[in-house]
């Protein structure tokens, strides 16, 4: 039973390792540490809850769901402290130099800030669309029809590009 719930573990792991990393990355604004740490705790739920899994949903939809709700909670609580630290301080601003590889991170911490400001729903399409999930998969694990994804997703893009234009007009 052990080997062959290790191997299972394992399977899962890599499959589903940068799905899991590439959403937690879109919770977390980009932060790599923190999306790290987030990783291990959803594939450490996955490990403590491989028993109960039911397969009702396929293992991707299961672990979609486990790393959903992990970042969900994740972020509640970083927001939670952010609160208490910051009440009252200003905020300070981040040089960057120009070099092309500065350049590109910051475009995508841009990205992934705008990312975290859209509600949770929003949040979770948009990062499956990173991932290539075809609409019907979205659909699927979203609960809704393939068509209203298609129209969530062309919203979720025009709030995208409005909040990244705003962003760079204040610069």
């Not at 939670?80 to 995508?108: C, F, H, W």
């Not at 499956?128 to 029809?145: D, P």
Request: proline share 1%.
């Amino acid at each position: 039973m052990k080997k062959n719930k290790r191997a299972l573990f394992e399977r899962i792991y890599s499959e589903n390792y940068a799905m899991v990393m590439q959403m937690c990355l879109g919770y977390v604004k980009g932060n790599r540490a923190m999306a790290k740490d987030l990783s291990q705790e959803v594939f450490l739920k996955v490990w403590n809850n491989l028993d109960k899994f039911r397969g009702d949903a396929s293992p991707k939809t299961w672990i979609y769901r486990i790393t959903i709700n992990t970042c969900i909670q994740q972020v509640k609580k970083e927001q939670k402290r952010e609160l208490k630290l910051t009440e009252g301080m200003p905020l300070q601003s981040q040089s960057y130099e120009s070099d092309v590889a500065e350049e590109l991170e910051e475009n995508i911490s841009e990205l992934y800030n705008a990312i975290g400001s859209l509600k949770e729903i929003d949040r979770l399409i948009i990062i499956m669309v990173l991932e290539n999930e075809t609409y019907e998969s979205i659909a699927k694990i979203i609960g809704i029809s393939s068509t209203n994804v298609r129209v969530k997703i062309h919203r979720i893009k025009k709030r995208l590009e409005k909040i990244l234009k705003n962003s760079n007009d204040g610069k």
